[in-house]
T-cell receptor
Framework: GEDVEQSLFLSVREGDSSVINCTYTDSSSTYLYWYKQEPGAGLQLLTYIFSNMDMKQDQRLTVLLNKKDKHLSLRIADTQTGDSAIYFCAEGSDSNYQLIWGAGTKLIIKP | NAGVTQTPKFQVLKTGQSMTLQCAQDMNHNSMYWYRQDPGMGLRLIYYSASEGTTDKGEVPNGYNVSRLNKREFSLRLESAAPSQTSVYFC???????????FGSGTQLSVL
């Protein structure tokens, strides 16, 4: 079946950029999403990108999509302590009845 | 704005007990979902309702039932709880199936 993979942890210094990576297998993906989950809370839609786009920027967030390599990344500029969370990548397509989720990357901020 | 509201937030059950998790959304969304989240496994879809009046099985439906009571409400029932159902349960909704899901804050369920 289709799969989405992410590293489980990423540690960065406060003020640096964080880059969270995701790879997926479904070549018919339509949307690719990034969700943020803070401790004890539900998932919050952070940003998304259509599969016909290469890049999307939204304030401190930059999403890059390499469709040939099926690689998605989320860059957070000037990482702050409030960015500490688990970040989930998910992909959706017309050929699949459900979103396929990665296991999540826990972003740890060092002072 | 309330968004997606789930109740209860916490629940402890004994093996074999039953319970219903409630979910309501106030965004006039057509589609609603129930997921479970287990450590290191991401989210797994239990059931979903693409529109009012329809429900379909997801990846892990065994041991669960759902009811789409109306457009706003989507409940999840455990008829005979098992320790393997210990998890965090999330309800979500979206305007179109599998596009831009909005999540509730979750229910932490422990089955002893």
């Amino acid at each position: 079946g289709e799969d989405v993979e992410q590293s489980l942890f990423l540690s960065v210094r406060e003020g640096d950029s964080s880059v969270i990576n995701c790879t997926y297998t479904d070549s018919s993906s339509t949307y690719l999403y990034w969700y943020k989950q803070e401790p004890g809370a539900g998932l919050q839609l952070l940003t998304y990108i259509f599969s016909n786009m290469d890049m999307k920027q939204d304030q401190r967030l930059t999403v890059l999509l390499n469709k040939k390599d099926k690689h998605l990344s989320l860059r957070i500029a000037d990482t702050q302590t409030g960015d500490s969370a688990i970040y989930f990548c998910a992909e959706g397509s017309d050929s699949n009845y459900q979103l396929i989720w990665g296991a999540g990357t826990k972003l740890i901020i060092k002072p | 704005n309330a968004g997606v509201t789930q109740t209860p937030k916490f629940q402890v059950l004994k093996t074999g007990q039953s319970m219903t998790l409630q979910c309501a959304q106030d965004m006039n969304h057509n589609s609603m979902y129930w997921y479970r989240q287990d450590p290191g496994m991401g989210l797994r879809l239990i059931y979903y309702s693409a529109s009012e009046g329809t429900t379909d099985k997801g990846e892990v439906p065994n041991g669960y039932n759902v009811s789409r009571l109306n457009k706003r409400e989507f409940s999840l029932r455990l008829e005979s709880a098992a320790p393997s159902q210990t998890s965090v349960y999330f309800c979500a909704s979206s305007d179109r199936v599998n596009e831009k899901l909005f999540f509730g804050s979750g229910t932490q369920l422990s089955v002893l």
